[in-house]
């Protein structure tokens, strides 16, 4: 299961306008979730909205199985033109988030993400402790998000402790570059 209970609550109105629906609606419940969105769906498809909130990260669960995710996600987003990727702006941040991958045997703490979208792009900025010792963090833009989405990330390992108590114990320090 995804770890996520309670009831959800959901109040709001939408109000027909002569240029198209104007929505307020305040969302609760659900494993803390709570979100605002406002603004004015127009009548030719294109949106002027606001989300602000937050959201428990445990939703993806589902998709990302046996790996596991906790904690909490706030975002402020906008949507300014045609609902797509490309009109989004705003970000999406996270602070003592855990992901943890069993069939790697590994587990990342305090995980701390800043994502901030713009124009179809997105920039990271982020950085986890990994259970076995040792920090990554990473950081750069992934661009083109609803097409090829070409990237440029900077990893950086610092004391990495990486252990098969059968095979190895070992320690990598270092830079990568994601292309």
């Known amino acids: 299961g995804t770890g996520i209970s309670g009831a959800l609550a959901l109040d ?35 949106l002027s909205m606001t989300a602000k909130g937050s959201a428990p990260l445990a939703l993806v ?4 199985a046996p790996r596991n995710l906790q904690g ?7 949507v300014n033109g045609p609902p797509n990727l490309s009109a989004v702006s705003g970000s999406v941040t996270t602070t003592g ?10 587990a990342l703490n305090d995980v701390a993400l800043r994502a901030t979208l713009n124009q179809g792009r997105a920039t990271l900025d982020t950085s986890a ?10 950081r750069g833009p992934i661009n083109n998000l609803a097409g090829s989405m070409t990237a440029n990330l900077e990893i950086a390992l610092q004391g ?3 252990v098969d ?3 190895y114990e070992t320690t990598i320090n270092g830079a990568l570059n994601v292309r």
């Open 97 to 106: 988030a855990r992901l943890s991958a069993p069939n790697f045997k590994i």
């Open 129 to 138: 402790a990994v259970s076995s010792g040792g920090r990554i963090t990473m």
């Open 160 to 162: 990495l402790k990486l």
């Open 165 to 167: 108590p059968e095979l």
């Open 72 to 78: 909490q996600a706030q975002f402020d987003l906008a």
């Open 61 to 64: 669960n589902t998709f990302i």
């Open 12 to 46: 709001g109105t939408a109000a027909q306008q002569s240029d198209g629906w104007q929505v307020a609606t305040n969302l609760q419940g659900l494993s803390g979730t709570r979100a605002q969105l406002n603004g004015l769906a127009r009548n030719n498809g294109t």
